[in-house]
Antibody, heavy 119, light 108 residues
């Protein structure tokens, strides 16, 4: 059964970095287009970045360009999202998600990782 | 990037009533890359509708999607108690995914 299992909650200081992981079981990581979405407390969903469903290249939301990097470790069956130069407004739940059944949307989600940025 | 604007922000309805949520895009959207999600508190979102009008696996037929181009609609024909939640539209275009700001369907 395909699952996305994310790493646990993180607390960071302003200016630090955080790296969140998303372990895939049940399918080859290279066959999935892992995306990252965040949700600040009480707010809506915001796409952060991921892999282009067409060519597999990394793609990022404009507002995160230069601060976010998404990577894959195929040997560990794990995807990663690293966000640098953290600000208090980066406090959010970060989800990984993917198009599992090929329907061009996010039909499988991780459980979410809470990242808290404090000053 | 394509901006998605949902309306209304909040919908106050009773069980059994019909819910209609609109999503308008700032540019034309490819229908095959347009979806609707439901999210309940403390949970990850769940896809309801993909390709603008196709129900995802396991989604009851009271949920339907329609629209094309820049205007899309999610309809819940008769609200069940478990349908009170927040709904988001989403699209992919020009190497970016975007979400609408969400519509809360609350109990009247």
């Amino acid at each position: 059964q395909l699952q996305l299992v994310q790493s646990g909650a993180e607390v960071r200081k302003v200016g630090a970095s955080v790296k969140v992981s998303c372990k895939v079981s049940g399918k080859n990581l290279i066959d999935l287009s892992i995306q990252w979405v965040r949700q600040a407390p009480g707010k809506g969903l915001e796409w952060v970045g991921g892999f282009d469903p067409g060519d597999g290249e990394t793609i990022y939301a404009q507002q995160f360009q230069g601060r976010v990097t998404v990577t894959l470790d195929t040997s560990a069956h794990t995807g990663y999202m690293e966000l640098t130069s953290l600000r208090p407004e980066d406090t959010a739940v970060y989800f990984c998600a993917t198009d599992f059944t090929g329907i061009d949307c996010f039909d499988l989600w991780g459980q979410g990782t809470m990242v808290t940025v404090s000053s | 990037e394509i901006v998605l604007t949902q309306s209304p922000g909040t919908l106050s309805l009773s069980p059994g009533e019909r819910a209609t949520v609109s999503c308008r895009a700032s540019q034309r959207v490819v229908s095959s890359y347009f979806a609707w999600y439901q999210q309940k508190p403390g949970q990850a979102p769940r896809v309801l509708i993909y390709a603008a009008s196709r129900r995802a696996t396991g989604i009851p037929d009271r949920f339907s999607g329609s629209g094309s181009g820049t205007d899309f609609t999610l309809t819940i024909s008769r609200l069940e108690p478990e349908d009170f939640a927040v709904y988001y539209c989403q699209q992919y275009g020009s190497s970016a995914w975007t979400f609408g700001q969400g519509t809360k369907v609350e109990l009247k």
